[in-house]
């Protein structure tokens, strides 16, 4: 009988022949014949069962290698202008190997996310472990998946993760990755439908356990694709840099600034302090100085930094993470106003008169230090009268002097009206598992609105001063609501008994008379709501078209830099245009001005979607465990596949879908936004009130789905029906009379 040879020695074999791997050639390389073969076929099991091979199709390999033939993803060059590659066929359970991708004369240019078919040549002594060689492009930028993995006996199946979706992908038994049963993949496409017509999928990468509370945000950072690694040669410049000196700056480290922060907050990137202003010609005035950590002394155009803070646009904030713009040896360190330590900064000198008009402001490059880090509990609660220890001290020369010129900066607020919307904002607490232990809604503090005001005359007095300077620089823009939203809006309004003026230019001040007529009303919060949905959304462009909610002609953001870029250009802009330094703004960033304000504004945007979904997945998990529980709220949305509903408890959104509103048949109007029962005249529009039981609360997707218990203080019975005040015919007509008049309203308009 042959010897059947080791596990060591097989595992030997292997890995040094990749490419005569099947239980044939093992046999045959150890002189394995006959029955043998069982007792082979027996040791090879127990090594896969061990985790130390894999069988894919008819052959073993060890799963902490790459197949001698892999698919790749490539990746973007980095600044040495090597091209690595992603290996999508990586099963093992250490760091994921780095390929750098050899490309010959002859072969193809390839961009980022290219996929390839390479053949691989295992290296040592290097900083990459695969060097690989093109054999073919298999295609770019796959549909992504991210979902649950189920094993099949053919491979598996994907679940995805995205609200709504409920067809499934089937995964090939070699297409896997290794995936486990209720795993967390990312998955993409892989060519035409399979058995049953399920499209198929390929796992490119494993998550883990999609139930674990610190996964929320990790679903959410890889569904919408936020970088959340630093390269190598970016931490690398991050920890290279040191602190500025004194040189060419001036010299605020004795100035009083002190910065004001949530209590929580790992960096601090601004600073105030102000005074009453001593010249005679400016009785009652007020100077206020506001200083930014200098971001721009430490990434410089072209840098590393650079090049990924720009890919990142900005920071993303989650409940239990940040995803940073920059690496924490800036941001949380050198780029950081930590208390008592000389920080870089640019700084801005502001003059108000009594009214709280700015009449002047000057901005300098210098060094700082920080008296204090305060936050703003403790200081509001200084100003009511209980200063703790801290703040004590710090009252007379310069929290009090703080108070008194945001009271003059109030004034001018009231002049100029900005909208005032009131939407209280929602805090997810976790405990240190992240678990959700509570959601309640965000106090509002003087402190808070204090910090605003000194950050709003800031941004005004960067834009000024550029402009003033001719000198390129991104404006932070927001238009005015397009003519169809503000109807919607004169709607609603009217509906709700209020009213919003027509034939008169649109300003701020006339929707804030809206949103006082409606506060402390019953339609309070759908008012508030209902604007809010009517304003176009905030941008980034080198071309200044004004701030219509701010009540501003010329806005730009100046007082952030650590966590959007945008304020960086704006920092860069200030030095070139006040001849700092050689960091300012390059030709080469003015002539890519354009491009650069749309990707940051799609970065904010994809930033502000993944913030809300983690939010809603949040809030599922915290209210999974109230399932068939009633709560009380207000409908906030109507679809054709019905309503959704805003809790009061949590701020959450859920869904009453058609199915949960009774057996009869509604008629969905777009225009008037409501839905009618045919049978009932039951009518479910916006701001009415309502009580909902929780059918089911899906943690993964983030959804809550609902069920009509009562509207309007008048209970649903089985079939929808309840109590009902005009008949269901009258009903019907005055809907139909009112969805005429908007449709003849629209007619005229056009």
């Known amino acids: 009988m042959s010897k059947i040879p080791s596990k060591n020695e097989i595992l030997q074999w292997i890995s040094d022949n990749p490419t005569l791997t099947s239980k044939r050639d093992i046999a045959k390389a150890f002189g394995i014949k006959g029955a043998a073969r069982i007792d082979l076929k027996r040791v090879l099991k127990e090594l896969e069962a061990d985790g130390h091979l894999e069988k894919s199709r008819k052959t073993y390999r060890d799963p902490d290698k790459l197949p001698p033939v892999s698919i790749l993803k ?39 996310g290219d996929r390839i078919l390479a053949r691989l040549q295992e290296v040592t002594g290097e900083d990459h472990q695969y060097i690989g060689r093109l054999i073919r492009r298999i295609g770019t930028n796959p549909r992504k998946i991210l979902g649950i993995f189920k094993k099949t006996s053919e491979g598996g199946r994907i679940k995805p993760i995205e609200k709504g979706a409920d067809k499934e992908w089937s995964v090939a038994a070699d297409a896997t990755h290794g995936a486990k049963e209720g795993e967390l993949v990312e998955a993409e496409q892989a060519g035409p439908k399979g058995r049953m017509g399920l499209q198929r999928a390929r796992v490119v990468s494993r998550l883990g356990d999609p ?31 040191k602190p500025a000196g004194l040189k060419g700056r001036d010299d605020l480290r004795d100035m009083p600034l002190i910065t004001i922060d949530p209590a929580d907050a790992r960096d601090h990137d601004d600073a105030c302090f102000a005074h009453a202003d001593d010249d005679p010609k400016n009785q009652g005035g007020h100077v206020i100085w506001v200083a930014i950590a200098d971001v721009a002394h430490y990434v410089t155009p072209g840098s590393a930094l650079d090049r990924e803070a720009k890919k990142r646009g900005n920071s993303t904030y989650f409940p239990d993470r940040v995803v940073p713009m920059l690496p924490d040896r800036l941001s949380g360190d050198l780029c950081s106003l930590h208390e008592g330590v000389p920080r870089a900064c640019i700084a801005v000198r502001m003059v108000i008169d009594a009214g709280g008009n700015k009449i002047g402001h000057r901005f300098v490059r210098g060094l700082m230090k920080s008296y204090a880090s305060l936050n703003y509990e403790e200081v509001q609660a200084a100003m009511d009268g209980t200063a703790n220890d801290k703040v004590a001290p710090l009252m007379d020369e310069v929290i009090r002097p703080l108070y008194a010129a945001y009271e003059a900066l109030l004034s001018a607020r009231a002049d100029r009206q900005p909208l005032e919307l009131n939407l209280p904002e929602r805090r997810i607490e976790l405990a240190e598992d992240g678990t959700v232990t509570s959601v309640r809604f965000k106090d509002r503090l003087d402190a808070h609105r204090l910090i605003e005001e000194f950050m709003v005359l800031a941004n005004v007095a960067a834009a000024e001063q550029l402009i003033a300077k001719k ?38 001040r006339h929707l804030n008379q809206l949103l006082n007529a409606a506060a402390g009303s019953e339609f309070a919060e759908l008012i508030n709501m209902s604007t809010l949905r009517s304003m176009t959304q905030a941008y980034y462009h080198p071309e200044n078209f004004s701030h219509f909610g701010l009540a501003l002609k010329a806005y730009a953001h100046f007082t952030s830099p650590i966590r959007r870029y945008s304020d960086l250009i704006v920092h860069r802009a200030l030095v070139s245009a006040h001849g700092w330094g050689d960091d300012g703004l390059q030709v080469e960033d003015i002539d890519r001005l354009e491009d650069t304000a749309k990707h940051i504004s799609d970065t904010e945007r994809r930033s502000m979607m993944a913030e809300r979904d983690t939010t809603d997945r949040y809030l599922a998990s915290f209210l999974s465990e109230r399932v068939g529980n009633e709560f009380t709220g207000r409908i906030s949305g109507i679809a054709r596949f019905g309503a959704f509903v805003k809790l009061d408890e949590t701020g959450a959104d859920g869904l009453l879908p058609m199915r949960a509103l009774g057996h009869e048949y509604f008629h969905h109007d ?81």
């Not at 209970?715 to 009903?731: D, E, F, L, V």
């Open 74 to 112: 490539v990746m973007a060059p980095d600044e040495d202008g090597d091209v690595f590659a992603k290996p999508l066929e990586w099963h093992g359970e250490g760091p994921e190997p780095k390929v750098l991708y050899a490309a010959r004369a002859t072969d193809p240019a390839l961009g980022e």
């Open 211 to 241: 139930t674990a509370p610190k996964a929320v945000s990790l679903i959410a950072i890889h569904e919408h694709g936020i970088p959340d690694d630093f390269p190598d040669k970016v931490i690398a410049e991050a920890d290279a840099a």
């Open 471 to 508: 000198q390129p620089l991104l404006f932070r823009v927001h238009e005015e609501p397009n003519q169809e939203k503000l109807e919607a809006l004169r709607e609603t309004a009217q509906a709700s008994g209020f009213n919003l003026a027509k034939g008169q230019v649109l300003q701020t």
């Open 670 to 750: 777009a225009e008037a936004q409501t839905l009618m029962g045919a049978d009932t005249g039951m009518t479910i529009g916006l701001g009415q009130r309502v009580v909902v039981k929780l059918a089911e609360a899906v943690p993964v997707t983030g959804g809550l789905t609902l069920e009509l218990i009562e509207i309007e203080g008048t209970a649903i019975t089985q079939g929808g029906r309840g109590r009902r005040g005009p008949s269901p015919r009258r009903k019907a007509d005055k809907s139909r009379a009112k969805a005429g008049k908007v449709k003849r309203k629209l007619k005229r308009r056009r």
